[in-house]
């Protein structure tokens, strides 16, 4: 899988992922962004990543018309997850994000930075129909990609049951919800299932959650942007989590 940028790069470095990093072979001019890439090629060089050069009509290529920053890197598969392992390896209380039809992948990967962020356990997204965790996605996530655990489903709707069966408290996002996203005790195991823009929950997800609860609106717009949401929501729960000091 190939993705680009400077801090997704540096985040797959850092992570033990990028196995060939690709970059301009004017790589490291003057100025910041100069001197962030020479640093980039000084780690990948101590942690024994091979580096290959090439023009920018090649990185162009691989970026699919991005904004590659002058690099790019060849990166491993991600480990496979499924929700019950996701819960299981939450050190304390899991708080997972359930992305159902979220398909720009803009919003998916502001909502994997802020996942990461937050401290989150991961996230869990349906394979149809979905932006994948490389380009576009992990230049938004800032590289967060490189870092959240992701398990990927055929069905949103019984991914939200397995979650259930393994005690997380699942909980809908939907505008015009009766209850408020802060007044969830997100201290408990919690899922946060998240709508695409426009159509929000499908009607057999939002069913199957425990609970369904809404961001209030004080302004003229109805809703927020699905990543401005899920960082509300998730750090409501941190502030939740935190613990009390005397």
């Known amino acids: 899988m190939q993705i680009y940028g400077v801090n997704p790069v540096l985040e797959a470095l850092r992570a033990g992922t990028a196995s060939e990093v690709i970059a301009h072979e004017r790589a490291g001019g003057s100025g910041a962004e100069g001197r962030r890439l020479r640093d980039l090629l000084a780690l990948a060089g101590r942690l024994g990543v091979p580096v290959r050069f090439a023009d920018r009509a090649t990185l162009d290529r691989l970026a699919r018309g ?21 819960a299981a390896a939450a050190p304390g209380p899991p708080l997972i994000v359930v992305l159902d039809g979220i398909e720009d992948p803009h919003n998916v990967g502001a909502i994997l930075r802020t996942v990461d962020a937050a401290g989150a356990t991961g996230v869990v997204r349906q394979t149809r129909r979905a932006a994948p965790l490389t380009g576009a996605v992990a230049r ?20 939200v049951e397995e979650l259930k069966a393994a005690g997380v408290w699942t909980v809908g996002l939907a505008a015009g919800a009766p209850a408020r996203y802060d007044q969830v005790d997100f201290r408990l195991p919690t899922a946060v299932v998240l709508g695409a823009e426009g159509s929000g929950l499908r009607r057999l997800v939002r069913e199957r959650c425990d609970l369904v609860a809404a961001i209030p609106m004080a302004g003229h717009v109805g809703s927020l942007n699905v990543s ?10 941190t502030r939740q989590r935190r613990p009390v000091t005397p």
């Open 66 to 86: 991005g904004v590659h920053q002058g690099v790019a890197a060849s990166v491993r598969a991600p480990e496979a997850w499924t929700p019950t392992a996701l």
């Open 140 to 159: 938004a996530s800032a590289g967060a990609v490189a870092h959240v655990r992701v398990a990927d489903v055929t069905n949103v709707a019984r991914a």
């Open 228 to 237: 401005v949401a899920a960082g509300v929501v998730l750090f409501e729960a």
